[in-house]
C-alpha cells in the first residue's frame, strides 16, 4: 500500500477512525492501483499471506474497472495459478458512485471464470441500498449471489434494504441487526448468513472493544455468523491469529462453534 501511495505522490497513511475515514484512505489507495500487474501483485502477496495462517479458500472483494487493461481478469488468472489456496471473487460495488458505474463494473465481470458475486460497500450513511435494485436484479439474472454490505454503521434499514431490495444472500457485516429484536429473529428465520469482521469494528468505532463487540447476541439470536478479516492490510490482522491486542471476542461453546462453522460453510458460492 505505502509503495503504490508513495509512486504516486500520494500521503502515505494509515491513519482512519471511522468507516468515512477508511473509505477515503481505501478510494486513495485503490486510485493508484493503474498498472498491469498491479492486480496480480496484490492476489499473489494476499495468498502467500493467506496460505501462511492456514487458508485453503476464501471470497474475495475486489474493486475493478476503469483500468486501461483487464484488470479482473489479471486478478483470476493470478489466483488460478496458485497451487495451495482456492479465491472466488466479488465484484464489489462503491455505493457513492451512480448506478451506471455499477454496470460498467458487472459487464467488465462478464465471462470471467471464478467470479461466484456482486457486493456493495462504502459509506453506508446517505448511501442506502435500494437505488441498486436494477443492478443487482442483473446480476442475479446473470447468475451472481447477492453480497452487500450492510448494517456496518448504518442501522437495521440498511440491512432490511439489503435483504428486500438486493434479495442479500449474504450481509457483510450486518452486526447493527442488534438495535432491532424482530429483525435478529427474521434473519434466523431466513438463514440470512452474516460475515462479521470483528477488528475492523472495533477499529472504526462500530463497537467500543472485542469484549463488547455484538458478536455473542448475534450468534444467541441463532445467526449463522462467520469470522472474518475484513481488508488484513489495513487493519494489521489475520484469521487465524489473535484478531486484536485486547483479547478475543466472545466465545461460543464448542459444540455451538462447529455448527456455525459448518452451517456457513454451506454458505460458500464456490463453483
Not at 81 to 86: A, G, L
Not at 190 to 198: D, F, H, S
Request: proline residues 8%; contains cysteine.
Amino acid at each position: 500500500m505505502e509503495e503504490f501511495l508513495t509512486r504516486s505522490a500520494l500521503p502515505v497513511s494509515r491513519a482512519f477512525s471511522d468507516l468515512n475515514s477508511f473509505v477515503d484512505l481505501y478510494g486513495r489507495v485503490w486510485a493508484t492501483i493503474t498498472r498491469p500487474g498491479d492486480y496480480a501483485r496484490i492476489v499473489r502477496e494476499y495468498c502467500e499471506d493467506a496460505v501462511r495462517v492456514g487458508i485453503r479458500y476464501a471470497e474475495v472483494h475486489i474493486t475493478t474497472a476503469a483500468r486501461p487493461f483487464p484488470c479482473l481478469l489479471e486478478a483470476v488468472e493470478t489466483a488460478s495459478k496458485q497451487r495451495d489456496i482456492v479465491l472466488r471473487f466479488i465484484v464489489d460495488i462503491p455505493r457513492t458512485f451512480p448506478i451506471e458505474v455499477g454496470f460498467a463494473f458487472l459487464e467488465g465481470s462478464k465471462g470471467v471464470p471464478d467470479v461466484v458475486g456482486i457486493g456493495l460497500g462504502g459509506s453506508e450513511q446517505g448511501y442506502p441500498p435500494e437505488p441498486f435494485e436494477p443492478l443487482f436484479a442483473e446480476a442475479r439474472y446473470r447468475g451472481l449471489h447477492s453480497m452487500p454490505h450492510a448494517g456496518e454503521d448504518a442501522g437495521p434499514e440498511s440491512i432490511r434494504g439489503a435483504i428486500n431490495a438486493l434479495k442479500a444472500e449474504r450481509i457483510m457485516h450486518g452486526v447493527r441487526a442488534v438495535d432491532d429484536p424482530t429483525l435478529l429473529s427474521e434473519l434466523a428465520a431466513q438463514g440470512v448468513p452474516l460475515a462479521v469482521c470483528p477488528t475492523s469494528n472495533v477499529l472504526l468505532g462500530v463497537a467500543p472493544s472485542l469484549e463488547e463487540h455484538p458478536l455473542r447476541r448475534l450468534w444467541e439470536a441463532g445467526i449463522i455468523v462467520s469470522i472474518n478479516t475484513d481488508d488484513p492490510g489495513f487493519f494489521d490482522c489475520n484469521l487465524t491469529g489473535r484478531v486484536h491486542d485486547s483479547g478475543s471476542p466472545p466465545r461460543p461453546r464448542p459444540r455451538r462453534l462447529r455448527a456455525t462453522c459448518l452451517e456457513f460453510r454451506r454458505e460458500f458460492f464456490r463453483t
